[in-house]
């Protein structure tokens, strides 16, 4: 079973940083993208970042120049840093992965961390 768990959400000023980090486990041969969605109250999901397994990366408008992905490979995690946070940018983070498992692909999703951007 494969299983992603973010951590890092939590309250913090219009123009704060913030760090998400999303950790795979599970039986798998390898990761390939990654990425990082986020919903907010009454709106549908969106991508904010995607990076593929050689480091490749690309972001939503919105978040340009001020989110960065990462990856490290060898510890099978992604992280999402954000900085000059804007009250916009409250919403549910979710981490999602695509997994070789045997011959196919699979995608999972971890449960989602909120973030909250209020003075």
């Known amino acids: 079973q494969v299983q992603l768990v973010e951590s890092g959400g939590g309250l913090v000023q219009p123009g704060g940083s913030l760090r998400l980090s999303c950790a795979a486990s599970?039986?798998?041969?390898?990761?390939?993208?990654m990425h990082w969605y986020r919903q907010a109250p009454g709106k549908q999901r969106e991508l904010v970042a995607h990076?593929?397994?050689?480091?490749?990366?690309n972001y939503a408008d919105s978040v340009k120049g001020r989110f960065t992905i990462s990856r490290d490979n060898t510890k099978n995690t992604v992280s999402l840093q954000m900085n000059s946070l804007k009250p916009e940018d409250t919403a549910v983070y979710y981490c999602?992965?695509?997994?070789?498992?045997?011959?196919?692909?699979?995608?999972?999703w971890g449960q989602g961390t909120k973030v909250t951007v209020s003075p």
């Open positions: 999602n992965a695509q997994f070789l498992v045997g011959a196919e692909v699979y995608g999972y």
């Open positions: 599970g039986r798998f041969f390898s990761i390939s993208d």
């Open positions: 990076i593929t397994s050689g480091g490749s990366t």
